[in-house]
């Protein structure tokens, strides 16, 4: 069984910084390409990180940073100078060729 868990989301306030995980199994991890996505209401789902350096918009690529660590399996997320735009559902997804998965999200809400 394949899974893919984010965790770390929750309520931050405007400027503050937030790391976000995703743990997976079921998977050869090493062998996967990494990334994140995130999708607020009534928006498309859009990457803002990737351990392949795929490019990404203007509005996260100075302050979302990919990372991961293959012997617990996870990637992580870290966003820096969150703002009220980057509310959203954040996305691991996990892809190796033709063959990939998504997490089940996790919401980060950024609010004073």
């Known amino acids: 069984q394949v899974q893919l868990v984010e965790s770390g989301g929750g309520l931050v306030q405007p400027g503050g910084s937030l790391r976000l995980s995703c743990t997976t199994s079921?998977?050869?991890?090493?062998?996967?390409?990494m990334s994140w996505y995130r999708q607020a209401p009534g928006k498309q789902r859009v990457l803002v990180a990737s351990?392949?350096?795929?490019r990404r918009p203007n509005s996260v690529k100075d302050r979302f940073t990919i990372s991961r660590d293959n012997d617990v399996n996870t990637v992580y997320l870290t966003i820096n100078t969150l703002q009220p735009e980057d509310t959203a559902i954040y996305y691991c997804?996990?892809?190796?060729?033709?063959?990939?998965?998504w997490g089940q999200g996790t919401q980060v809400t950024v609010s004073s």
């Open positions: 351990i392949t350096r795929a």
């Open positions: 079921g998977i050869i991890f090493r062998d996967y390409d």
């Open positions: 997804h996990a892809q190796r060729g033709r063959i990939h998965y």
